[in-house]
């Protein structure tokens, strides 16, 4: 009994067996409306086909989007299988039961998002499992054993399962028969095996030998069908399924974008790399028709002529052009998109998906938010700040910094600056551009930062063609700005956390040459360079103006973030309530500076390169994304146009900062 198990199985697959010693092998698919197009091919074993191996031309021309897709790994809408069963009163008892278990046998072999149907029939058929890759609606229907009734007419229910797969837009699908044979065939069966060929499914067909067995119309459906017959007894069914499930999921499903217009003759070229033949195909494309519904394969609307030939020239490397093109770059080599990345983002190109960002609406939306954004940024740029008020003239020729420093304080009275003063972060930016010495007022920072941000937006959009990465240009500049200020005013910081030790030092000295508090610190102010120099020539000013001298020095500490000056504040006050020996304080406060300073750089040089992998590590991410823009557009492409693509890409942006954050803790001592 096994060996003829194992020549049925053997007969089965030797079709495709010699059809791979001859090279590549392969059909038009369905389920995909023009022009998008499906393929179905076949390699010889041991020649897997990939993206980067695979080239496709339609009348000598590259086509775009190309993906691959494995039908062992298939995804919802890329495979599915017909099952038609014969529940007639001939195939009663064993015969049925046997033809149950091989259907079990074949859902056994699915992997992936495969789909299966079961089509009952006897006189009539009927549907007992409709498309579905639901693991347990199609073993609970393969559990039960139907009813059997009277007559066997099988090419009624080849015709509904052929509608199945229209309807389900399958890419690419078969209808496998398992019946004893008796029924009638005629013009029916021309019509049927007419659709199957339009649809591009085979049809495979297997008899049940048994007091009933008629193979005729059983072999003849298979030979129109573009399948295969197999006859076998029941307890070699579960083994003929079985050898049936691996010829189908052998092959690769090949989804593309047609460049050719329609209306035309389009022949198909495939080439694979390690693959010494190439593949011709060819169909009529369907006529561009405002308001037409077109044909679902682009085949429809014309005969198509599928043939398996044997070129004299086959290309012998990737650089190999197709005849008649001329020179050309290697196509599809910057329109693929890896079976990983259409698994996780679920992007299909063969079947474009609308993207709003590509929508009128939005390019609509896009525009004006873009004109608004640009004529606000020239009304600012043109516009001329009123007259100063006389008062603040006159108060500002008494502060060493001038007028810059007051128009810092207080940042105008038009529209913008209004706006800015009452937001809680205001004041907070007002103080870092003081610390940092930035010469530009906070408001001319502002404006400057907001026209810089649009016309980096709009270029960048109008360079890469993804207007998303404009907008978040937009939004990220206020952050860039204060991330900027920040990093100006912590150099300002620790530049005066490095001098203070030194000036410390000349301030006991000039205390014990007999100078005053105040004196001495007058006399530092002018020998030191900023920005010490600047923050005690700011607290001797306040310090004219009324202001204690320790409120003046606790000024200066909070605005340098300095611990030391705070004590130098503590000293003062102490010396002018009850006296005491300011210098001897002095020196110890600079000793302790100076310890801190020293430990704080060892710790730095110690920290080195772990701060230098934080970098690393929190750039490569976007690096590696703009270069991926830059050179292979359609990788990144689901990121920007897809939904799931974009909740990954805010994902992947939270846990890149969020990581920063973290080892950005763990290097800083101060934290």
Request: with cysteine; net charge positive; aromatic share 6%.
């Amino acid at each position: 009994m096994l060996w003829i198990a194992a020549s049925a199985v053997i007969a089965l697959a030797s079709g495709a067996a010699n059809a791979s010693a001859a090279g590549l092998t392969g059909s038009l698919g369905s389920g995909a409306k023009f022009p998008a197009r499906t393929l179905v091919l076949s390699a010889p074993a041991g020649i897997p086909i990939t993206v980067p191996d695979i080239y496709v031309w339609e009348n000598g021309g590259p086509v775009d989007y190309l993906t691959v897709t494995p039908l062992a790994q298939a995804n919802t809408g890329d495979f599915g299988v017909e099952l038609v069963i014969d529940q007639s009163a001939s195939m009663s008892g064993a015969p049925l039961a046997h033809a149950l278990a091989a259907a079990r046998a074949f859902a056994a072999q699915r992997t992936g998002k495969q789909e299966l149907g079961v089509i009952a029939f006897n006189s009539a058929p009927t549907t007992v499992l409709p498309l579905t890759s639901n693991p347990s609606a199609i073993n609970r229907v393969l559990s039960a054993t139907p009813r059997t009734g009277d007559g066997t007419n099988i090419l009624p229910a080849v015709s509904l399962a052929l509608r199945q797969l229209k309807a389900a837009k399958i890419a690419d699908g078969a209808v496998i028969v398992l019946s004893d044979g008796a029924s009638a065939g005629g013009a029916r069966l021309a019509a049927v095996t007419g659709t199957a060929q339009s649809q591009h499914v085979p049809i495979f067909t297997v008899g049940v030998r048994d007091r009933s067995f008629s193979p005729g119309l059983l072999q003849q459906l298979a030979q129109q069908g573009g399948g295969k017959y197999v006859a076998a007894t029941g307890a070699q069914l579960p083994d003929v399924f079985k050898s049936i499930a691996a010829s189908l999921t052998h092959s690769y499903l090949i989804r593309y974008r047609s460049i050719i217009p329609g209306g035309r003759h389009i022949t198909v070229r495939v080439h694979v790399d390690g693959v010494p033949t190439q593949l011709r195909l060819g169909y009529n494309a369907p006529a561009p028709a405002p308001g037409a519904s077109g044909a679902r394969t682009g085949g429809a609307a014309g005969a198509h002529t599928p043939s398996h030939v044997t070129p004299p020239h086959a290309p012998a490397s990737k650089a190999t052009t197709p005849q008649g093109t001329g020179p050309q770059a290697p196509p599809n080599q910057l329109t693929t998109l890896p079976l990983f990345a259409q698994t996780v983002a679920g992007w299909t190109p063969t079947a474009p998906r609308h993207s709003f960002w590509t929508s009128s609406l939005a390019q609509l939306l896009v525009a004006v938010c873009c004109a608004l954004l640009i004529g606000l940024a020239v009304a600012i740029l043109l516009r001329r700040h009123p007259a100063r008020h006389a008062l603040r003239q006159r108060v500002g020729d008494f502060i060493v910094a001038g007028h810059r420093e007051l128009e810092t304080r207080t940042p105008g009275e038009g529209m913008v600056a209004r706006l800015l003063t009452r937001r809680r972060w205001w004041p907070e930016f007002v103080g870092l551009v003081q610390t940092a010495r930035i010469r530009r007022t906070p408001l001319a920072l502002v404006k400057r930062s907001a026209v810089a941000s649009v016309l980096v937006a709009c270029l960048l959009s109008y360079l890469t063609g993804f207007i998303e990465l404009g907008i978040l240009v937009v939004l990220a500049a206020p952050f860039l700005l204060r991330g900027w200020v920040k990093h100006v005013a912590h150099k300002q910081r620790k530049l005066f956390a490095d001098q203070l030790p030194s000036n410390l030092q000349d301030l006991a000295g000039a205390m014990r040459g007999g100078r005053s508090f105040v004196g001495a610190i007058s006399a530092v102010a002018e020998t030191s360079i900023e920005p010490m120099r600047g923050e005690l020539e700011r607290a001797m000013t306040d310090e004219k103006l009324g202001l204690p001298l320790e409120a003046t020095l606790s000024a200066v500490a909070r605005r340098m973030q300095a611990k030391d000056m705070d004590q130098i504040a503590l000293i003062a006050a102490l010396n002018r309530s009850s006296g005491s020996n300011v210098a001897e304080a002095l020196e110890r406060v600079a000793e302790g500076a100076r310890e801190r300073a020293d430990l704080a750089r060892e710790i730095k040089s110690l920290t080195g390169q772990a701060r230098m992998s934080c970098w690393v590590l929190s750039g490569l991410p976007p690096a590696m994304l703009a270069a991926l823009s830059v050179i292979a557009p359609s990788y990144s492409h689901p990121l920007f146009h897809t939904t799931i693509g974009i909740v990954m890409l805010f994902v992947a942006a939270g846990l890149v900062v969020s990581g920063w954050l973290v080892m950005k803790k763990i290097v800083n001592p101060e934290s």
